[in-house]
């Protein structure tokens, strides 16, 4: 019969060799790459801070950014420039517009002072985001697509809107050609002209002329009403109101003219 030192013995014994098998075990390298991943975050040593760090960190600890120790600087506030370019922005996104209206609009309608918003103006003209100089050149386009006006009388209109001599050239140096003459063609069927040598400025004269000479031909054979002379007459009249010259109102009636005498003949010998 076992006693009960032997058991206890035995017990031990048993302990012993089970403590030195785990600790074997925990040992291996194999487990141990695969157990580090798993480690306890809360296990894992901090970095020790220098007593300097310390004391930065405790001194952002007790920072407080409101009361007394708060002092607002403005320095990312939006300044009265700011908001004045912001607005013309605004104003141009609605319409394109001169300087000049851009100026009033900012000081009379909307109350800023006249220096913030000339340097806002100045800052957004040195950007490319407003020009004089382009606006005059698509104001142009569109007053003589829509509406053939001259060239003196599309000045004319800038002028009121603000715009220099200046920027007005070089609105028209691709719309117009060089004092905004043109060429009308007399004999516009006539092809011995179509190999001569010419230059932009003189090609730009005539094209004009053409697409002013087409216009005329619509309005004379809308409006039908009364006799040739009647005719004419008011068409002279819409050419005066675009501000045509005298030369260019009567080369176009001419060459009118012309043209219905040929087609009147060609009519009779039918």
Request: net charge neutral; proline share 2%.
């Amino acid at each position: 019969m076992t006693t009960i030192c032997e058991h206890f013995t035995a017990h031990a014994l048993v302990g012993a060799r089970a403590r030195r098998a785990s600790s074997s075990f925990s040992r291996s390298p194999a487990l141990s790459r695969r157990a580090a991943p798993f480690q306890n975050p809360a296990r894992v040593p901090r970095a020790s801070m220098s007593s300097d760090d310390e004391k930065k960190a405790q001194m952002l600890r007790n920072l407080t950014l409101d009361g007394d120790a708060y002092v607002r600087t403005g320095a990312f506030d939006a300044s009265s420039v700011d908001n004045a370019k912001a607005q013309v922005i605004r104003f141009l996104a609605y319409k394109p517009r001169t300087r000049r209206e851009l100026f009033d609009k900012l000081t009379v309608d909307k109350g800023y002072d006249a220096n913030d918003a000339n340097e806002a103006l100045d800052d957004l003209r040195a950007n490319g985001v407003q020009s004089d100089a382009e606006y005059a050149e698509m104001f142009a386009r569109y007053k003589w697509r829509n509406s053939r006006w001259a060239a003196w009388r599309v000045r004319g209109a800038l002028r009121e809107k603000g715009v220099n001599d200046a920027d007005i050239d070089a609105g028209f140096a691709s719309v117009f050609a060089r004092g905004g003459e043109m060429k009308v063609d007399m004999f516009p069927n006539d092809e011995s002209e179509a190999t001569e040598e010419i230059d932009d400025d003189v090609d730009l004269e005539r094209e004009r002329a053409r697409e002013l000479l087409d216009s005329a031909r619509t309005h004379f054979k809308r409006n039908a009403r009364g006799d040739m002379q009647a005719r004419i007459r008011r068409l002279m009249a819409w050419l005066e109101r675009r501000g045509h010259g005298g030369s260019v109102i009567r080369d176009i009636c001419e060459v009118i003219k012309r043209e219905e005498k040929f087609a009147g003949d060609a009519e009779r010998d039918v």
